[in-house]
């Protein structure tokens, strides 16, 4: 059984900044992507940022330039630094992760989600 857990949300003022962070457990072969989807009241999910393997990362054009994806690969962390935060940042962000373990090959997880709000 794979978990990801997410930390790190909360309220922050506009132009503030946040980290989150989310943690991959269980058995895990590979982690093959990890990335952040965000979703906001009555909008679909959408995709944040991503960091694939050997380090190539995605971020969605809304947040080039404010937010920054890293991986600790040894803790199997994805990190998501966000700056100059925006109210319509406002969202659940969700961690996601590819991955290869004792479920299968390539399966897709999910996290629960952390609140970010950006609020004066």
């Known amino acids: 059984q794979v978990q990801l857990v997410e930390s790190g949300g909360g309220l922050v003022q506009p132009g503030g900044s946040l980290r989150l962070s989310c943690a991959a457990s269980?058995?895990?072969?590979?982690?093959?992507?990890m990335g952040w989807y965000r979703q906001a009241p009555g909008k679909p999910r959408e995709l944040v940022a991503r960091?694939?393997?050997?380090?190539?990362?995605n971020y969605a054009d809304s947040v080039k330039g404010r937010f920054t994806i890293s991986r600790d690969n040894a803790k199997n962390t994805v990190y998501l630094q966000m700056n100059s935060l925006k109210p319509e940042d406002t969202a659940v962000y969700y961690c996601?992760?590819?991955?290869?373990?004792?479920?299968?090959?390539?399966?897709?997880?999910w996290g629960k989600g952390t609140l970010v709000t950006v609020s004066s």
């Open positions: 269980g058995s895990i072969f590979q982690i093959h992507v």
């Open positions: 960091i694939i393997v050997g380090g190539s990362t």
């Open positions: 996601n992760s590819i991955l290869s373990g004792a479920g299968g090959y390539g399966m897709d997880y």
